[in-house]
């Protein structure tokens, strides 16, 4: 069954999957030493177009806190959005880890701006307060929406004017590069960015993020960070690997159109019935609707997705790299089953 719950339920790409077995073949170096790990970290650093330095890790919440708190002081803290990931889905992991507090600001769909921030350095100097550090932001955002480049670079050149870093949550960065029809380079390291947590798994690799870090003067830290994470993976050539086979040819571009296309299509169908009504233009991968609560019953009981929040009938559909328009059209027609009865 074809789920729309996340695009962490679909499974791996069988051109990453065969690249898992060929690193198989024979012995290689350990904890990253190896000439696979090697080539992975330069196809980054060319996607960048600059001397990125990276550091491969399992999940996403790994390359989240621990690239964060190796830009922090323990007196520091993470401008966020309400909704992100860091401030919502990782368990306290910043705070248990790192100690690091999340200042949220409220989101308008999904993404926060400089009016957001500014009134935050007000506590600048005060030694009672939390100072402001690092602003993160999640591109992708967890609504479905994108930062244009142009409202990264105005984050970076802020942040840089401040004192402050920029870092961006990429765990689904390949579907905002897609959807924006720009480069890796124009839309991080052009604008400043100083950390990038590189998103894999969402878009159909087994697992593997990557901690990146354009900013020299904080690379040095990661080793270590790394290491102390428990992240330090000893046979590092199997994320490496995916990582290397991910990239080739634009799989990952190529991934994310898929899974991008078809999220326009299912929001543009379901829009079209009665008792659904979008939340938002869908730009990606992620469509969030309101649908009549007899009709989210009736759904669930052959369909997986989350609903986010019962009381206003509000539901979220996430489409993945292999999701087909015969899946989404036999969703579509489980709604025109349940209107018509």
Partial sequence: MKMFKSDNTSGVHPIILDAIIKANEGYAHAYGEDEITEKAEKMIGELLGCDADVFFVTTGTAANVIGLSGLLRSYE?????????????????MEKYAGNKIIQVRNSEGKISLDDIIPLLEVVGDEHSVQPKVISISQTTEM?????VEEIKALADFAHKNDMLLHVDGARIANSVEALGTTLKEMITDTGVDLLSFGGTKNGMMMGEAIVSLNKEFSKCYLFHRKQGMQLVSKMRYI???FIAYLQNDLWIENARNSNQMGKYLAQRISEQEGVS???????????????????????????????????????FVTSFDITREDVDEFVEHIIKYNNK
């Fill in 144 to 148: 479905g929406t994108l930062y244009t």
């Fill in 77 to 93: 803290g993470i401008v966020a959005a309400d909704t992100a990931h860091i401030n919502v889905d990782e368990c306290g992991a």
């Fill in 240 to 242: 490496s690997a995916q």
């Fill in 278 to 316: 979008l939340y938002a233009p869908v730009d990606t991968n992620m469509v969030f609707a309101y649908m009549d609560k007899g009709l989210i019953e009736y759904l669930l009981k052959d369909f997986k997705f989350y609903v986010t929040d019962p009381s206003a009938g509000q539901v979220r």
